[in-house]
Each structure stands twice: as structure tokens, then as C-alpha cells.
């Protein structure tokens, strides 16, 4: 055969073998879909992936983000699980009416997702709760306990111990709201907070992705957002209040829990991760090297951890 002549073939097969091996290609994402649905006159979004016959994880998002901080671990998880994540209203791609038109309140995001586990038909599931999810969960837990099967807390406070010295300035602001404003902004909501709250003190800012921090801030400054945000974090104090309560659940029930933390969180110290053994001593802590969104940096750790921990579970059913 003449040289061309075998250059012609070695290339064909190399074509062929290219082809063969595009066609094996399953997308981990290929279950993921996206959905909205009315609750109460709101469009409420969210995110679904996995088997819907298999055991159901409800999964609530932090500030300022949406279910997006989600996508990540989505298909890391969808094989075996069935994954739901929505947007609360005032986030994401939910409806986001002024709050002359819906109350910002932890009780009402609580009420709406419970609304829309109902509609959904999730009976039973386990609740992973990031930052905000913290207290839109802790309040759908005591709200319907029998529907909670497991928690998962991923750098999401109900003790004391967990609020850094950041707070200091959102307790004036709870205090006196008209006057500490324009520094609460400056503490949470600009755009170097919401660089800062995903960087942290983490030696390897290399990993993180700016576009994690730039499309937060694009999203909290959209027309409306800043009376929506400082509206619904003057209602933050509700779930300081509440840490007791919330502890006397977890005493009391005692859920399988798993916590996720990641160690460079500015606004949330590590102590938050550790005293939930103080309400539920069997609880499994890990200190992640990581920060506020610990899945920025730690997703593969993430997954390991929050499998071994669902395949623990006995007789869960979604």
C-alpha cells in the first residue's frame, strides 16, 4: 500500500474511533430539567434531576444566590436520587413582586416551598440546607416533621456561636434600619461583599470563579432587588429568635444529620458546624477546606460525603 494510501486509512480509522467513542458519551446533566409553577399567584422556579421514584432531597439555597449553587452537585447525585431546587420568591428565576406585594418574611419563603413540596407530592425527603435554606428548612421541619426523614447543613447557622463578628453591624441595622442602611449594603449586599462572602479567608482563591460573585451582584441589583433584600433581612432577627426552638427539634427528634462546613465562611464560624452535636450527638461533621459555598471549591468532597450519608439511611423513601 502506498504511503498516501495508508495515511488515507490511518485517518479514516482515527475518524471512526473518534466517532465510536462522541457516541459513548452520556452528559452526567442529561436528567437535569428546569420547571415553573404557580403558587399563590407566584411563578416559583426550580430545578429537578434524578429517578422521580427514588428517595427525594429538597435542596435550599443561600444568599444571594438560587438554586444555580446547586448545579454543581446535581448530577453528582442524580443517579440515585431524586433532586428538587427551587428559587425563592425574590430569587433566581422565581417571581420577585415588591414587598407591597408579597411580604418578605422566613415565614412566607417557608410557606411557599412547603406549598410546593405539596404540589409536587414529595410526602417524605431530606432536607439540605444552605445559609437561607437554614431557616426556610428548620421552619418546614417543624411545620411537617413527619415529611422530614434526614438534614444536611452546609454552612447554615442555628446557634450563636455561629455568627462571626460580621453581625455586629447587621444587629444595628435590626435595631435601627432607617439609619444603618447604607452600612448594611456596604457589609452584604456590595459588590465586594459578595466577593468576599465566597472567597473568605481561603488560601487558594485560584479556584473560585468569578463568575459565581459578578452574576450574584447582577442579580442584586436588578430593579426592585435592594427593597427585597434589606426587607427580608430585617426579618433575619425572626431566626435568631428562633435558634432555641429549633434546637429544642433537633434535641427532641434527633434526625440523621450530616454537616458540610466550610472552614473559611467570613460571616458563619466553624463553631456554627460543631454545636449541632450539642442537639444531636450521633451528628457527623466534617470541616471542609472551603468557604461560605463550600461547593465552590469542595463539590467532588461534597458528593462523596452527602452519598455515603443517604446510602446510611434506613428505609428512606422519597
Known amino acids: 500500500?502506498?504511503?498516501?494510501?495508508?495515511?488515507?486509512?490511518?485517518?479514516?480509522?482515527?475518524?471512526?474511533?473518534?466517532?465510536?467513542?462522541?457516541?459513548?458519551l452520556r452528559s452526567s446533566r442529561r436528567s437535569i430539567s428546569y420547571h415553573t409553577i404557580e403558587i399563590h399567584g407566584l411563578k416559583i422556579f426550580y430545578r429537578e434531576a434524578g429517578p422521580a421514584d427514588a428517595p427525594t432531597v429538597l435542596l435550599l439555597h443561600g444568599f444571594?444566590?438560587?438554586?444555580?449553587?446547586?448545579?454543581?452537585?446535581?448530577?453528582?447525585?442524580?443517579?440515585?436520587?431524586?433532586?428538587?431546587?427551587?428559587?425563592?420568591?425574590?430569587?433566581?428565576?422565581?417571581?420577585?413582586?415588591?414587598?407591597?406585594?408579597?411580604?418578605?418574611?422566613?415565614?412566607?419563603?417557608?410557606?411557599?416551598?412547603?406549598?410546593?413540596?405539596?404540589k409536587?407530592?414529595?410526602?417524605?425527603?431530606?432536607?439540605f440546607m444552605q445559609d437561607y435554606g437554614g431557616p426556610v428548612g428548620f421552619r418546614m421541619a417543624l411545620a411537617h416533621p413527619e415529611r422530614t426523614s434526614a438534614i444536611i447543613i452546609q454552612n447554615a447557622v442555628s446557634h450563636e456561636q455561629g455568627l462571626s463578628p460580621l453581625w455586629e453591624a447587621r444587629r444595628r441595622y435590626w435595631a435601627d434600619p432607617a439609619h444603618e442602611l447604607e452600612a448594611l449594603k456596604a457589609n452584604f449586599t456590595s459588590l465586594e461583599a459578595t466577593r468576599q462572602r465566597h472567597l473568605g479567608s481561603s488560601p487558594r482563591p485560584e479556584r473560585y470563579d468569578p463568575d459565581t460573585w459578578t452574576d450574584e451582584y447582577a442579580f442584586l441589583t436588578r430593579p426592585g432587588q435592594a427593597e427585597i433584600q434589606t426587607a427580608l433581612f430585617l426579618d433575619y432577627r425572626t431566626n435568631v429568635a428562633s435558634y432555641p426552638k429549633w434546637q429544642d427539634w433537633l434535641r427532641k427528634t434527633r434526625p440523621p444529620t450530616l454537616v458540610v462546613w466550610g472552614k473559611y465562611d467570613p460571616s458563619f464560624a466553624v463553631a456554627g458546624a460543631t454545636t449541632y452535636r450539642d442537639d444531636v450527638p450521633e451528628a457527623e461533621v466534617h470541616i471542609l477546606e472551603a468557604g461560605h459555598f463550600a461547593l465552590d471549591e469542595a463539590t467532588d468532597e461534597i458528593a462523596s460525603l452527602v452519598r455515603d450519608f443517604l446510602a446510611r439511611l434506613d428505609g428512606h423513601k422519597g
Open 1 to 24: 500500500m502506498s504511503i498516501p494510501a495508508t495515511l488515507a486509512l490511518s485517518a479514516a480509522l482515527a475518524c471512526a474511533t473518534v466517532q465510536a467513542s462522541a457516541q459513548e
Open 64 to 118: 444571594p444566590s438560587s438554586s444555580r449553587m446547586w448545579e454543581p452537585l446535581l448530577p453528582l447525585l442524580a443517579d440515585k436520587y431524586h433532586l428538587i431546587a427551587p428559587d425563592y420568591p425574590g430569587f433566581g428565576n422565581s417571581s420577585a413582586p415588591p414587598p407591597s406585594g408579597f411580604a418578605y418574611t422566613f415565614d412566607n419563603i417557608a410557606g411557599v416551598i412547603g406549598e410546593l413540596t405539596a
Open 120 to 127: 409536587l407530592g414529595l410526602s417524605r425527603y431530606v432536607l
